[in-house]
């Protein structure tokens, strides 16, 4: 594909999010007692998830849609209860986020969302995306489950032969998913109730979330820069606090991961998430990887994409213009 073609999808690209339904399509779900088709419109957008009102449904209105009893009593068990995602979310909700739900009830769903986008092969989610696949061979290491041969012969996991396989001369990079980052956010946490007396988050009443806008970023990025001058020292007066929440999680993630990324682009992005409402925790890419300039890549084998990894290409790479790219090993 030449540099003409890559720009003009990328153009369009960006016009789908602008307008934020990609397309839609009726989709036959039953007749209703009058015999009359029911079609439920299904929206597979690219814009945004913190661009879509929270709505939400009653069972009546899911009974307009043609919800079977069972769908309705799953969805919405009383009256007064409203089913917890709008229709229009089902697509982008993985199958087993319906917790409890019979196979039944969620071959229903399906049906009325035109399948669900973590069950799409992974060739048709990454053309959706937008974003590349790159393919690269792997052998499966004999004495561990779930190993792969490293090119030295030893065992290693997906994601770090993903990461030796993707490195370039003068490139760094991490394999530990958004561990850094999840590190970081817990420090900035207890930074910004530090340096504010309240959660971040949250308004000053500790009763309602935040409302998103450049004021509350700029509260939050003061307690960014507070955390990049001195993470020992924060680390050191909170270390209880951080070593019950982090598990497992050392500050060596943090401080590498601030040295993989750099301070300018953790700026960036927590600016833009406080400032829009972005959820940048769930769905970060396997790996890190940074030199001339910064890369993310997905490392799959066998297994798809999931929906928060689709929200955190739309949410945060694309407004950031960040590279994004699928390694499939095997």
Known sequence: ?????RRSRRGARAACIRCEVVWRRGIPVGRNGAGRALHVIVEKR???????????????????????DA???YLAPSPAHMALKHPREWFWTDRKWFKG????????????????????????QAAMMGIRIVHAPGVRFNSGRGLWQSAA???????????EISLRPGERGSSYEGRGLTAFWFMLSKTFEDMNGYWLGYEPTKRQRYQPGPDYARMVLASVDAVLADPKGIHRRHREYLQT????????????????????????????????????????????????????????GKDR????????????????GLDVTVLKVG
């Open 245 to 300: 929440l982090w598990r497992g999680l050392e500050l060596r993630d943090v401080t590498d991961w601030i040295e993989i990324v750099g301070g300018s682009f953790i700026r960036r992005y927590h600016e833009h998430c406080y400032s829009v409402g972005a959820n940048g925790q769930g769905g970060h890419p396997d790996l890190t990887i940074s030199g001339s300039e910064l890369r993310f890549v997905e490392v799959k």
């Open 1 to 5: 594909m030449d540099s003409n073609t």
């Open 101 to 124: 739900a019979s196979r039944e009830v969620t071959d229903e769903i399906a049906r009325f969302a035109g399948g669900f986008f973590c069950e799409l092969p992974l060739e048709e």
């Open 153 to 163: 012969g030893n065992g290693i996991s997906i994601e770090e032969l993903g990461l």
């Open 305 to 320: 994409m999931h929906a928060n990894q689709a929200s955190w290409i739309v949410d945060i790479a694309e407004p950031l």
């Open 46 to 68: 690219l814009g945004p998830t913190y661009a879509t009102p929270g709505e939400k449904v009653t069972a009546d209105e899911l009974r307009r849609l043609g919800c079977s």
């Open 71 to 73: 769908l309705v009593a």
